[in-house]
């Protein structure tokens, strides 16, 4: 077993938990790899992209719980083999074990974990994982020698009779014969039949099949040229007709073999066909891709047989072009004929080989580039030394971090470049613009320099309209307008960018370069549950040792950093930031000038004052060495707060104003605003209050202008701090208090006083949480008071006068009796409250002024729910697709079922109720139409199918769940949702015929939509 390879998933909400799990892995089971996830989503998220082999998951997590997590892993076809470890966080009940047990789980272990004990159960599920492969390989075996033994039997007589030779043999022969060969088990004996009957084949056959056989699959024009019998597309049909061992594509003209029958045959022609005759194939199959037009595919044939002179005469002309098509995949299989091929004398290899190691090994590529620039030095090739040196560009902005080694080659590649005549090289020219533009901003933060060049690009590439320049295109303005501030503008690129990222030709690196960029600016916007998400993509989409070995891996937990810090998990951040520093993608001094600069902030929040201190002048001292002034900028204004968290004002004051002064430079909006809070907090601090108020104005303005929801460096600590200044201050602005609310749970009394904000879940559950606990107030409250308490919830601006509550109680009582009969009612309410949070004062949040009753400082998530899903529609209208479906992920995340309160008029309730319930539909319906623009097929079956426990006879939902199965391919699927929908429909009572007429008119509509598709 020690010499097999094993992937574990580990799922807990816990950062924590999930840290000290991995690394206790990694150090006693170097064979395992581990993949971490924080939610249930995120883990079957990361198991559908990379099927783990076993899965340890935490029981009890908030949304989805580890049971149910389980049972999703079990249903999906591709993840049914996970073995998976529930971990409980108490001695478990037979009850809790037996639904584990139906769920699939093959194990438990309770908290508090025992390292010995844990280790032993998870060597024991990867032993048992072992005997699986085995057996697995097993069966594969038996399974090859069944097929090899149809083989024999069905096309032996008919290739040899399509190719209609004089000397072949008869098939009564040919059927006696096979017979003789036959084991006593029907076993065949291969090496027999090699040499006995397939030797017996007409030459002119035999070589056909064999030099077929060198490739994987055969266009049908290519096996005509390759072919020494008449009609070789007969003998192909024959056998995609009559067996097994091939598939034809009509719409490619492509014969595709199967890889027991190409084994087969390629065994064979190694050993008859000769070195000479195998490279003439190869050459002869090069020329016919090159005279078709498929560059990359001729080129790998090319490398194949040889024929290196030829290749890089090819290169020269089409490696730029190959990689903006997506054809470097095409060219991988040759990645270790290109590692030995002779650099110094193939440069242009060598830049395909640094092409094709960008893609996979990125840190590993910069070798091979800086080769061929020396060659193309030496030769005077410029439009070489230009491709080379951008290519570097890249690599050091994006994978490496090696500002000061690419400020020279910058340099030095854009003088070149503004010299260069490249007409006729134009696949050159927009990708060394595109680097050039993203080392003009990131390296030197010349944003009009960075602009010129990429619209240099994007109008280049406008007479390709290729996917990987449209993608780059905008991500570049994306990117470019992102470190501006504007969020807007940068959002609409992304979206556009998204759009076109979903075509197969565009580059692995690309794509995780579009959610690395959307991620941090839904970060920036204060989008926290769409920026999680992003970083989930990247991290599913990682190929081979992409994602490792490029700065996105410890930009993603950078961004982690930032998200609990952003919840005020300070020790947890701390933890992800320690463990960043470590990893070998993080060694640049621009990366670990970032990561120090976060570190100092949460050492300054946690009392480490000395540490805080430290890391800001390693922070400070990295990034002098590295350059980079957009994140100066950005380091200045965090080591502001840090130095406001350790009461070091006047060292804040100097930071804060280095930050403001870099941020104008740049005019980048939200750090300024950001630069203007830190300034006027620490003026105050240091009693210069009339300049602070000036400062808290223009970044109130500004945040305004911009539709700012968040600062950079946002905390808890610090932001309440921020705000309650603010207020006491005088500065009257919606901000603050609405930021405050929604992202602190934090409201404010007369004179800034912070109060906690009562946060009401009405949305299947009736309780309220302050202050980290949750009380249940089904329990805790009489029926007359939940009534009351769901009257206000559900009134607009929670509040009612006294009239209508009084009406809606005690409609034929006299006015005296009902309003001492609400004076009792309401006093009753807020003993109850005192009771039950005796933490708050009731009196801040329960009001009776002028004949209104008023609940102040709370956030009911029914009326969240409502905003979040208007919101989402509108941009959906608008076509801004990444934005209206964070917003659904956000509102879907609040419903937990229909709305579950108590009202004094049952039917106030039920009004109240479906209109939720309908807009609830709505949303779904609307999200489930961008997740099929956006073949997300397992995310419309989530929503689809979760919808339906609501409607099971809803039939938008259903016709989109059908839709995706068709698709998709997955006919099964769509079987089955025609099937749930037949049997809703009995249930509610349809006649069988009329279910019938509704099912035939749903399944020809989709049929329809799919054509037209």
Request: hydrophobic share 40%; proline share 3%.
């Amino acid at each position: 077993m020690n010499d097999q390879h094993y992937t574990l998933l580990l799922v807990d909400d816990n950062p924590t938990n999930l840290a000290l799990l991995q690394e206790l892995i990694q150090q006693n089971l170097p064979q395992c790899t581990v993949m971490v996830a924080s939610h249930g989503l995120d883990a079957l998220e990361l198991a559908r992209h990379t099927p783990p082999d076993g899965a340890l998951i935490d029981m009890q997590m908030p949304g989805m719980d580890g049971i149910e997590v389980c049972r999703r892993l079990k249903a999906e076809p591709r993840t049914a083999h996970v073995a998976v470890i529930l971990i409980t966080a108490h001695q478990s009940t037979p009850e809790l074990r037996a639904e584990g047990l139906d769920a699939g789980a093959q194990d438990f272990i309770s908290q508090p974990i025992r390292n010995v004990e844990l280790l032993a159960r998870i060597r024991s599920l990867l032993r048992i994982r072992h005997v699986e492969r085995q057996l697995r390989q097993a069966n594969v075996g038996l399974q090859h020698q069944v097929v090899r033994k149809t083989a024999a039997l069905r096309w032996v007589t008919g290739l040899i009779s399509v190719a209609e030779s004089d000397t072949a043999i008869s098939a009564a022969d040919t059927l006696r014969q096979l017979g003789q060969l036959l084991s006593d088990d029907g076993d065949l004996d291969l090496t027999q039949f090699d040499g006995q009957l397939f030797a017996r084949f007409p030459d002119n056959l035999r070589r056909t099949l064999l030099k077929i056989g060198l490739l994987d699959s055969v266009p049908a024009g290519l096996a005509e040229k390759l072919s020494e019998i008449e009609d070789v597309r007969a003998a192909l049909d024959y056998l995609v007709r009559h067996n097994y061992f091939v598939d034809y594509q009509p719409a490619r003209d492509i014969y595709v073999l199967h890889e027991h029958f190409r084994d087969y045959l390629k065994g064979r022609a190694s050993r008859e066909l000769g070195s000479d005759i195998v490279r003439e194939v190869m050459l002869a199959t090069a020329d016919w891709y090159l005279a078709h037009d498929q560059t990359a595919h001729g080129l790998g044939f090319l490398l194949q047989a040889g024929d290196f002179e030829s290749a890089e005469r090819i290169c020269s002309q089409s490696a730029p072009q190959i990689y903006a098509s997506g054809g470097i995949r095409e060219i991988q299989p040759q990645g270790a004929v290109l590692a030995r091929v002779d650099h110094g004398r193939y440069p242009w290899l060598g830049c395909l080989h640094g092409l094709l190691l960008y893609e996979t090994m990125p840190s590993s590529a910069r070798e091979s580039f800086e080769s061929a620039r020396k060659v193309f030095l030496e030769r005077g090739d410029l439009a070489g030394l230009v491709y080379a040196g951008g290519m570097l560009i890249r690599i050091c902005c994006l994978a490496d971090g090696d500002f000061a080694a690419c400020r020279d080659i910058l340099a030095e590649t854009a003088g070149r470049f503004s010299d260069l005549d490249l007409t006729g090289q134009q696949h050159i020219r927009i990708q060394v613009s595109f680097s050039l533009a993203l080392g003009a901003l990131l390296l030197d933060g010349d944003f009009q320099k960075a602009d010129i060049l990429q619209t240099i690009a994007i109008e280049t590439a406008q007479d390709y309209a290729w996917p990987e320049y449209l993608v780059l295109g905008r991500i570049g303005r994306g990117l470019l307008q992102f470190y501006r501030g504007s969020w807007r503008s940068a959002l609409r690129e992304l979206e556009l960018a998204a759009g076109h990222a979903r075509n197969d030709e565009v580059n692995l690196s690309t794509r995780l370069l579009g959610h690395n960029v959307m991620a941090m600016l839904l970060e920036g916007m204060g989008e926290v549950l769409g920026s999680r998400r992003q970083r989930a993509l990247v991290r599913g989409l990682r190929g081979g040792h992409c994602f490792e070995q490029s700065l996105i891996q410890p930009q993603m937990i950078l961004l982690d950093v930032q998200s609990e810090l952003a919840h005020g998990h300070y020790e947890q951040a701390l933890e992800m930031t320690d463990a960043a520093l470590v990893l070998p993608s993080a060694g640049s001094p621009h990366m670990k000038s970032q990561l120090l600069q976060f570190r100092s902030l949460l050492s300054a929040l946690t009392g480490r004052v000395e540490i805080a201190r430290a890391d800001a002048q390693k922070a400070a001292s990295l990034r002098d060495e590295a350059g980079g002034p957009i994140y100066r900028a950005r380091m200045e204004i965090c080591l502001a707060w840090s130095a406001c968290a350790t009461g070091d004002w006047e060292l804040a004051l100097e930071w804060a104003e280095r930050g403001i002064e870099d941020a104008e430079q740049q005019e980048n909006s939200f750090l300024l605003c950001t630069g203007w809070a830190v300034r006027g907090l620490v003026l105050h601090q240091l009693g210069r209050s009339s300049r602070a108020v000036e400062d808290f104005r223009n970044c109130l303005e500004l945040m305004e202008r911009g539709a700012f929801r968040n600062l950079y460096g946002w905390n808890p600590h610090l932001m309440t701090q921020l705000f309650s200044t603010m207020l006491r201050l005088g500065v009257k602005s919606e901000t603050p208090v609405s930021l405050s609310r929604a992202r602190l749970y934090v409201s404010y009394a007369e004179k800034g006083r912070p109060l906690p904000t009562l946060r009401f879940r009405i949305l299947g559950d009736f309780s309220v949480a302050v202050g980290g606990r949750t009380i249940h107030l089904r329990d805790g409250l009489t029926t007359s008071l939940r009534q009351l308490l769901g009257l206000l919830l559900v009134s607009p601006g929670l509040q009612l006068e006294l009239d209508e509550i009084q009406h809606q109680f005690w409609p034929d009582s006299s006015a005296d009796q009902a309003r001492s009969r609400f004076d009792s009612l309401l006093t009753r309410l807020r003993k109850s409250l005192e009771e039950l949070m005796p933490e708050v004062g009731i009196k801040d949040y329960l009001h009776l002024r002028k004949g209104v009753v008023r609940l102040d400082h709370c956030w009911v998530d029914a009326r969240e729910f409502e905003l979040l899903v208007r919101d989402g529609i509108r941009h959906a209208r608008r076509m801004e697709h990444l934005m209206a479906d964070q917003l659904f992920r956000r509102a879907h995340r609040l419903w937990q079922g229909e709305v579950s309160i108590s009202l004094p008029n049952d039917d106030g309730r039920e009004y109240y109720r479906q209109d939720l319930l309908l807009l609830y539909f709505e949303s779904a319906i609307a999200w489930m139409d961008l997740l099929l623009a956006g073949r997300n097929w397992d995310e419309v079956v989530e929503v689809g199918q979760r919808a339906l426990q609501f409607d099971p006879i809803n039939d938008h939902v259903v016709r989109r769940l059908y839709l995706a199965g068709l698709l998709s391919g997955r006919s099964h699927r769509a079987r089955q949702v025609l099937r749930a929908y037949e049997k809703a429909l009995m249930t509610d009572g349809y006649a069988r015929e009329e279910v019938l007429e509704i099912i035939d008119v749903l399944v020809e509509n989709c049929r329809q939509q799919v054509n037209q598709a």
